[in-house]
């Protein structure tokens, strides 16, 4: 079975920088597409940003330019990096991974971005 566990999250200013891990064990990463989400207080989860098996990437609009999604089969883990950190960006961040007919969650990591 894949378990997903995320780290890296906490209070950040505005402007600055955090870099979110997803670590899987039980199972290889490599045929996984993997996702970054997020949810905000009373608000829906969102996408954040995708890559697939094959390092396709892809972002949401109000990310583009400042977040940058990686992955390290070696290490079995998925990477978010954020910067220019906005407030608009504090949200618990979930990663997910998926093939054709299976999902799987972890429980998220919050960020914060206050001065």
């Known amino acids: 079975q894949l378990q997903l566990v995320e780290s890296g999250g906490g209070l950040v200013q505005p402007g600055g920088s955090l870099r979110l891990s997803c670590t899987a064990s039980g199972r290889s990463l490599d045929s996984y597409a993997v996702g970054w989400f997020r949810q905000a207080p009373g608000k829906e989860r969102e996408l954040v940003a995708t890559?697939?098996?094959?390092?396709?990437?892809n972002y949401a609009d109000s990310v583009k330019g400042r977040f940058t999604i990686s992955r390290d089969n070696a290490k079995n883990t998925a990477n978010l990096q954020m910067n220019s950190l906005k407030p608009d960006d504090t949200a618990v961040y979930y990663c997910?991974?998926?093939?054709?007919?299976?999902?799987?969650w972890g429980k998220g990591t919050l960020v914060t971005v206050s001065s």
């Open positions: 890559i697939t098996n094959i390092d396709y990437t």
């Open positions: 997910n991974a998926r093939t054709i007919n299976r999902f799987y």
